[in-house]
Nanobody, 128 residues
Framework: VQLQASGGGLVQAGGSLRLSCAVS????????MAWFRQTPGKEREFVAA????????LYADSVKARFAIAKDNAKKSVYLQMNSLKPEDTAVYYC??????????????????????WGQGTQVTVSS
């Protein structure tokens, strides 16, 4: 299984970026997917998650109303649209997956230990 994250970069505060995570090796349509982020010396932090069928999403309070997660089963990809970026959004962003029939229970969607597969990370830097 491979998760390939891309789309990071340097952007000014208030700007936007769209992260992509392309998945191969398993049935993508069965996957619960999530984005996490991490800065040096800190634990991995939940950003957003989406159910296998796209019907339900969950966001960290810090990104709610600014970020949007979406899943395209035809392209076997999950996306994170990030708007109104702030310097505190600077981090390495990781995509994560759990493939069906295994499911992440709702209360555990924000827990990195619930996910079996991880991408390599993509750096997002927001300048003030």
């Amino acid at each position: 299984v491979q998760l390939q994250a891309s789309g990071g970069g340097l952007v000014q505060a208030g700007g936007s970026l769209r992260l992509s995570c392309a998945v191969s090796g398993r049935t993508f349509s069965s996957a619960d997917m999530a984005w996490f982020r991490q800065t040096p010396g800190k634990e991995r932090e939940f950003v957003a998650a989406i159910r296998w069928n796209g019907a339900n999403t969950l966001y960290a309070d810090s990104v709610k109303a600014r970020f949007a997660i979406a899943k395209d089963n035809a392209k076997k990809s999950v996306y994170l649209q990030m708007n109104s970026l702030k310097p505190e959004d600077t981090a390495v962003y990781y995509c994560a997956a759990v493939f069906g029939p295994k499911r992440v229970i709702w209360s555990n969607l924000n827990n990195p230990s619930a996910y079996d597969y991880w991408g390599q990370g993509t750096q997002v830097t927001v300048s003030s």
